[in-house]
């Protein structure tokens, strides 16, 4: 019988209804990001106190920006930069490794029993789950470092000449590379994100379910990085969305003072999480719809 084309921005709509209609899949979702991101932000917050202490704004010229002047403000910011940099770099040493191992056993915990109540035949795995998760943690790192080291390409090759900074220049090339990473990462890390469902749904070995994710086929891999690049420019228009509605009372903060703005930030905030957690459910909803597309009776899937 020959199987009709499936078309992975159609279905997201379908399964965007069919998450929404199951509250307790984003509950659960947000609960266990939180568990790990609220300590780690906390940590983060007393770090930074503890930094602008022993260093504050007046010492580093940042109290003195003038945003009428942005030829003199990056160079009093690449100065203050060069002075908190040692600081924040000895924090960073213990906390990134901290933050990394936290965010992966809670992550490899909280993502099986999501796929769980999606799943009733998925088993839970917990160690197995951890791994991979390390393995999606290790992928983004390495992304991350490369974008960092393109960004230090471009501040050296347009601020730190030691001529006048080409700061459009520099603009350019931050924006450009930016999206670049970000479209490289939606086109590279489904394979460990898809990983976990391999596992689950197939009941076979860690190493087994990565060599299977890289074994897919054309049609199942399309699908997958059209869904990814779909959920990206999602992300990037809840950031959006979420930095408009920041400004919505800033022309009118003299009216209603600093504290309702906080309160407007909040909000704006949580609604930005909820509204990202949300789309990750329906991210891995469509993983599984189109595993049972193209992966369920197929023999690869059997063992």
Same mark, same amino acid.
């Given at each position: 019988?020959?199987?009709?084309?499936?078309?992975?921005?159609?279905?997201?709509?379908?399964?965007?209804?069919?998450?929404?209609?199951?509250?307790?899949?984003?509950?659960?979702?947000?609960?266990?990001?939180?568990?790990?991101?609220?300590?780690?932000?906390?940590?983060?917050?007393?770090?930074?106190? %503890?930094?602008?202490?022993?260093?504050?704004?007046?010492?580093?010229?940042?109290?003195?920006?003038?945003?009428?002047?942005?030829?003199?403000?990056?160079? %009093?910011?690449?100065?203050?930069?060069?002075?908190?940099?040692?600081?924040?770099?000895?924090?960073?040493?213990?906390?990134?490794?901290?933050?990394?191992?936290?965010?992966?056993?809670?992550?490899?915990?909280?993502?099986?029993?999501?796929?769980?109540?999606?799943?009733?035949?998925?088993?839970?795995?917990?160690?197995?789950?951890?791994?991979?998760?390390? *393995?999606?943690?290790?992928?983004?790192?390495?992304?991350?470092?490369?974008?960092?080291?393109?960004?230090?390409?471009?501040?050296?090759?347009?601020?730190?000449?030691?001529?006048?900074?080409?700061?459009?220049?520099? =603009?350019?090339?931050?924006?450009?590379?930016?999206?670049?990473?970000?479209?490289?990462?939606?086109?590279?890390?489904?394979?460990? *994100?898809?990983?976990?469902?391999?596992?689950?749904?197939?009941?076979?070995?860690?190493?087994? *379910?990565? *060599?299977?994710?890289? %074994?897919?086929?054309?049609?199942? =891999?399309?699908?997958?990085?059209?869904?990814?690049?779909?959920?990206?420019?999602?992300?990037?228009?809840?950031?959006?969305?979420?930095?408009?509605?920041?400004?919505?009372?800033?022309?009118?903060?003299?009216?209603?003072?600093?504290?309702?703005?906080?309160?407007?930030?909040?909000?704006?905030?949580?609604?930005?999480?909820?509204?990202?957690?949300?789309?990750?459910?329906?991210?891995? %909803?469509?993983?599984?719809?189109?595993?049972?597309?193209?992966?369920?009776?197929?023999?690869?899937?059997?063992?």
């Amino acid at each position: 019988m020959t199987r009709s084309p499936v078309r992975g921005t159609q279905s997201i709509v379908g399964q965007m209804g069919w998450v929404f209609a199951r509250p307790s899949l984003t509950v659960i979702e947000v609960v266990w990001r939180w568990l790990v991101g609220a300590p780690i932000l906390f940590v983060c917050w007393v770090q930074l106190q %503890k930094i602008v202490a022993e260093l504050p704004p007046e010492t580093t010229g940042l109290n003195a920006l003038d945003i009428t002047n942005p030829w003199v403000s990056a160079l %009093k910011l690449a100065v203050a930069w060069d002075m908190y940099r040692p600081h924040l770099v000895m924090v960073l040493r213990w906390l990134v490794p901290a933050a990394a191992i936290a965010w992966i056993v809670v992550s490899g915990i909280g993502r099986n029993i999501v796929l769980r109540r999606m799943e009733p035949r998925i088993t839970f795995r917990p160690v197995a789950m951890i791994v991979l998760q390390a *393995a999606w943690v290790a992928v983004f790192a390495i992304t991350g470092w490369a974008w960092w080291a393109s960004i230090g390409w471009a501040a050296n090759s347009h601020i730190g000449t030691g001529a006048e900074p080409d700061l459009v220049g520099y =603009t350019m090339w931050a924006i450009f590379l930016t999206l670049g990473f970000f479209t490289l990462w939606a086109l590279i890390n489904w394979v460990v *994100a898809i990983a976990p469902m391999i596992l689950l749904l197939e009941d076979c070995s860690t190493t087994e *379910a990565l *060599a299977r994710s890289f %074994k897919l086929g054309k049609p199942f =891999t399309s699908k997958l990085v059209e869904v990814n690049l779909v959920m990206g420019i999602v992300k990037l228009a809840l950031l959006v969305l979420a930095m408009v509605f920041s400004s919505v009372l800033i022309p009118f903060a003299d009216q209603v003072g600093a504290g309702t703005l906080h309160v407007e930030w909040l909000f704006v905030s949580v609604f930005y999480f909820v509204a990202s957690d949300y789309f990750h459910v329906v991210r891995l %909803k469509g993983f599984i719809e189109f595993w049972h597309i193209f992966r369920e009776t197929s023999p690869a899937s059997n063992g």
